[in-house]
């Protein structure tokens, strides 16, 4: 495989292939500017991607792809801590920005290549084998950092064709988007997407309401959201009827990354005629399943396996469940060429996410309809926190919130939140009861050292953790209050 995306070369040259608010890039710009990139970074092994919302993180990733190599998108916000482990943990050669970006000191032992989106080179994809890394992608665990997934590239192909078949998805659709380019939503569906099919994508920059009525109605055909997304427009519809006409005209509205709430669903059906499809995935695994854009779009499921994807569920032994009766529970475990290879540097993990024969534990617990429909019930781990739509696990933030000089013990656990899914919330016993730290100051520290996403939204101060016999920490004593 030589080209993750045909249309570089042989695309509708002045077709629009990236928007990012006044900026934007045909086929032919998007093949000029990646020519002269691949030029720079190939052969350079690992690059990483400074991946704010812009074409210039579009426009690396793209040429790392096209030269053969592998990118890691950094988030713009990590803080030093989680910065500092991926950069150590990934070893990137260099690192990819917009001219002008201000990158911070964790970067500067680390060159540095501005990303030229008006630059001319000659496009020339090199040679890669289908096995060969594409994509790093970090994602949190219930402890400890968070893991390198290497995706190859024979799994963002696999994935990407695999929803152009349930999608009905076609160089002709316009998607619009306002997600992170650093995880697989934003990325590799939201923009390697609409680039592997010779379509277009318009990116908001950040996402609002009015932005997505705006594309809508002004040619977009496709929406992909998490369910925060969806929440506010729900929230938004009563007041903005432009907005229920606009989502009236897409063709695909998508949802993924958690679950959406069928109230959520049924208000937006409700008022646009259209009913949001939700697609399962994750980052190890891309994309899962997905309701068929010529399927019921049932409510509360994650629709059927895609094409190419063996999906089962199992009892806690590891005994696959035989029915399909809407009722009894298991783990969801894939296999499939969607899959990635390994966690970089972590043999460890990666043996452990496998069974022997080579099925993937997602920890996800499911139900299936007779029809095959997948529900998702819910989660193994309860020490991994999805807020927003983005992954958040509990050990991380515990581990973040001891650094700080005010806290002697803490405990960290998620709980329903009708805008984010769940929230963060922090469970501390002060260094000094008599001063406790506030929630200001530990959102600011773990924001500081991690990421905004990852701050808790609610602290509470206890005496002691309750803990067992073991010495371990009770938790769900701690959500019941
Ligand atoms: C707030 N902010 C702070 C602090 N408090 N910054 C520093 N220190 C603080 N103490 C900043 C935030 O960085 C943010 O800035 C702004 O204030 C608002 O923060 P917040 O309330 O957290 O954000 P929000 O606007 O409410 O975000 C909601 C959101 C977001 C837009 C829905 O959660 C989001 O983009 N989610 C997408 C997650 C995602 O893509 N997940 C995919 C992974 P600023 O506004 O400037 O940023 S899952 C995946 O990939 C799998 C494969 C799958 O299935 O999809
Ligand atoms: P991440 O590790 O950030 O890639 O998140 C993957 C996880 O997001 C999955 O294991 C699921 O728990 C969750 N997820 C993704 N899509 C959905 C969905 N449509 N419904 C429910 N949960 C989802």
Wanted: hydrophobic letters at 40%; charged letters at 25%; glycine letters at 10%.
């Amino acid at each position: 495989m030589s080209t993750l995306f045909p249309a570089l070369a042989d695309g509708p040259p002045d077709r629009i292939a990236l928007r990012f608010g006044e900026r934007s890039l045909t086929y032919a710009e998007l093949a000029a500017a990646t020519g002269a990139l691949v030029d720079r970074v190939a052969g350079r092994g690992r690059v990483a991607v400074w991946a704010t919302p812009a074409l210039e993180t579009a426009v690396a990733v793209v040429a790392a792809l096209e030269a053969g190599i592998a990118a890691v998108p950094l988030n713009p916000k990590s803080g030093e801590k989680e910065l500092g482990h991926i950069l150590s943990d990934s070893a990137p050669s260099l690192v990819l920005a917009a001219p002008g970006d201000e990158l911070p000191a964790a970067l500067d032992d680390l060159e540095r290549v501005d990303v030229d989106v008006r630059a001319t080179g000659t496009h020339l994809a090199r040679q890669a084998a289908d096995e060969d890394p594409a994509l790093v992608v970090y994602t949190s665990g219930t402890t400890g950092p968070p893991k390198g997934a290497v995706l190859p590239r024979r799994a963002l192909a696999h994935t990407l064709d695999a929803l152009a078949d349930a999608w009905q998805w076609t160089g002709d659709d316009v998607l619009v988007h306002g997600l992170p380019l650093f995880h697989v939503h934003g990325l590799v569906l939201g923009i390697l997407g609409p680039l592997r099919r010779g379509g277009s994508v318009r990116h908001l920059g950040r996402f609002s309401p009015e932005g997505v009525a705006r594309e809508l109605d002004g040619g977009a055909t496709m929406l992909f959201g998490v369910p925060t997304m969806y929440h506010r427009i729900a929230q938004a519809l009563p007041e903005d009827p432009s907005l229920a006409q606009a989502l009236g005209k897409a063709r695909l509205l998508v949802s993924g990354s958690a679950a959406l709430p069928v109230h959520d669903h049924e208000r937006i059906a409700a008022a646009t005629g259209r009913r949001v499809i939700e697609r399962y995935g994750m980052t190890e695994t891309l994309m899962n399943t997905s309701i068929r854009a010529d399927g019921e779009a049932r409510p509360g499921t994650v629709g059927v396996p895609l094409p190419g994807v063996e999906l089962r569920l199992v009892e806690e032994d590891g005994e696959p469940i035989t029915a399909y009766d809407g009722e009894t529970v298991g783990e969801i475990q894939v296999r499939g060429p969607n899959l990635f290879t390994e966690y970089l540097n972590r043999p460890d993990a990666t043996a452990e996410a496998f069974t022997a024969d080579g099925w993937f534990r997602t920890g996800d617990m499911a139900v299936r309809d007779p029809d095959g429909y997948v529900r998702i019930v819910g989660r193994k781990a309860t020490d991994l926190i999805k807020s927003g739509g983005y992954k958040i696990g509990a050990g991380e933030i515990e581990n973040a919130l001891l650094e700080h000089p005010a806290v002697r013990e803490a405990a960290v656990t998620g709980e329903p939140d009708a805008d984010l899914g769940e929230r963060i919330v922090a469970w501390v016993v002060p260094a000094d009861p008599a001063a406790p730290p506030t929630v200001e100051e530990l959102a600011d520290h773990v924001a500081r050292r991690l990421a905004p996403h990852k701050r808790p939204r609610v602290v509470h101060h206890l005496d002691a953790l309750p803990r067992n016999d073991m010495g371990k920490i009770m938790k769900r004593a701690l959500s019941r209050g």
